[in-house]
């Protein structure tokens, strides 16, 4: 009903600023993608489980032992590479790699 209503009174939200994070993280993880810096779309082997400590592959910042970490293992000509996440971050690299799939 909301949106109907915002559509027939042609109504326009600005985004919140958590949808502007994660827009910026979406758009991030696309650059990475296309640099070769992040997995692009494929098969992966992914675990979750609490922060090591170890930067994110995606924003930079450690993930702390009391955050949710997602680790993703990929496997290339080099050998087995291994990329870190927050969970937010995991959410817009998956956004990302659908986007450029």
């Known amino acids: 009903m909301r949106i109907a209503n915002a559509i027939h009174w042609k109504l326009q ?6 949808d502007r994070i994660e ?3 979406e758009r991030r993880a696309l650059e990475r993608i296309n640099q070769g810096r992040l997995p692009a ?16 592959a995606l ?3 450690t993930i702390r032992s009391d955050e949710v970490e ?7 000509a080099a050998g087995v590479q291994l990329y870190r996440f ?3 971050c995991h959410n817009a ?5 659908e986007e450029s799939a």
Do not use: K
Request: aromatic share 12%.
């Open 13 to 18: 939200a600005d985004a919140m600023p958590s």
């Open 23 to 25: 827009q910026d993280l």
């Open 41 to 56: 779309p494929g098969h992966h082997r992914t675990w979750g489980g609490r922060g090591s400590h170890e930067p994110c």
């Open 59 to 61: 924003c930079d910042v």
């Open 70 to 76: 997602y680790e993703i293992e990929t496997r290339n």
């Open 86 to 88: 927050h969970f937010l």
């Open 93 to 97: 690299w998956q956004y990302a790699c």
